[in-house]
């Protein structure tokens, strides 16, 4: 029989109907059921029309979902962000919100609330800016998933916001699930990446680089948003970080320079309600202005207290006697392995926990010698007393001293293990008597931050003659460990 168009008045599609008539009329076209009463087929033309209406009718649901969606989490985050920030920023969130400025620089001490803000903020511009995505740094990928990744899961949470958000790991990025826009997660250690990064729609608004300090200088930043800053009428760009010791350390110089565009925001832990950081973090703060004001007013307070590049502004030249190494009973030990050009290196020191205080009082640097030479010699000294923790990048040589009657143990190490021992040594006094150490006193006293092509210092750790440096904080791991699970 041939095709005929359905024209019967039971077949014709109201003027105005409700989505559940019109589904359940389009349906029955599609099917071919209607008009079967009077013995007529439905054309296929017809059906090819319904199927065509019942598209158009769920591209319209699936939009009006969306919008709804959006709509509830927009509600729920304004409800709720002005609670969730410090008192402290909230001059910050209203100049954000009105975009007073282009560029946000945050420095600021240990519990400051600086990185919970920029996480709060960036989730709520998104939900804001219809086609706006977010690009969130460090200067390393491998330390994101624990860090900034798990701040933004915290921020979603908090916010109440986190039902509407798939949250990935490969790629790491969290996509808001009614619209497509996304927070991606990456790393400086690969500018090809990001040079590369496309988003399904509208242009990256808002980027934040956490743990400014890290990255090699204002050059290096500057390239990354001139990556992002296109395709948009306005833009977000947040800087936060603890503030480097040095006062010559190029991120503090760049902080101290005016910009029109940028607005710069200092906080301390002070600023923050206290029920939020909790009666142990104060006491620890407490207890730090007491014993070490200085090491008090870099950690808590964000001050750069040191001048020149010096890594080590911490240190104490005066002679250990015996009497006091007698006393000693946390002593600790490590190895830096190397053979030529580098040298093997090792140490013994004592930590004095309730003064934070290192004590250097043996090394052993050695070039083109044996793993059993170098084990002869610490045995000899007596040094089979105790642990000795070693650089993990040899596990051969680990084994070897094992073999020949040392505890030797591989360090853990891990993402931005170097960093933070770094800055834990900063935090702490350190004691050397150039007699009983001299190679150390050496590496100690004349470690500086790294200097980029203008000569300006930045926060990066040299590499080359850090030897006993390294082998310190390989001694150290197992309290440092301790002390950042209490952090």
Partial sequence: ??????????????????????????????????????????????????????????????????????????????????????????????????????????????????????????????????NAHALVLRKVANTMRDSVYAQYLWALEQLGVQQFFDCKLSPMELVFRPTGQKILFRGADDPMKIKSIKVPFGSITVTHFEEKDQFAGRAEIRTVLQSTMRGGERFWNFESYNPPISRDNWANLDSAQERPDRLLHRSTYLQAPAEWLGEAFLAEAESLRQTDERAYRHEYLGEAVGTGGSVFENLIPREITDAEIRGFDRVYMGVDWGFAPDPFAFIRLHYDAARETV???????????TNAATADTLLRRGYGDGVITCDSAEPKSVADYRSLGLNARAAVKGPGSVEYGMKWLQGRKIVIDARRTPEAFREFSRYEFERDREENFVSGYPDPDNHLIDATRYALERVMRQYRSRA
């Fill in 1 to 130: 029989m041939a095709d005929r168009e359905l024209n019967h008045e039971p077949a014709r599609l109201p003027p105005v109907a409700p989505e559940e008539e019109a589904y359940r009329f389009l349906t029955d076209v599609m099917r071919g059921t209607v008009g079967s009463e009077d013995g007529r087929e439905v054309s296929v033309g017809d059906r090819l029309k319904a199927c065509s209406g019942l598209l158009k009718l769920f591209e319209i649901n699936e939009e009006e979902s969306a919008a709804g969606e959006r709509e509830l989490a927009l509600a729920a985050a304004s409800e709720r962000i002005g609670r969730s920030i410090a008192p402290g920023f909230a001059p910050v969130l209203g100049d954000v919100l009105v975009h007073g400025h282009t560029h946000y620089d945050l420095p600021g001490g240990r519990g400051s609330m600086k990185s919970s803000f920029v996480s709060l903020t960036v989730v709520y511009l998104l939900l804001l800016e219809r």
């Fill in 359 to 369: 004590y250097l009082l043996d090394e052993l640097v050695a070039l083109r010698q």
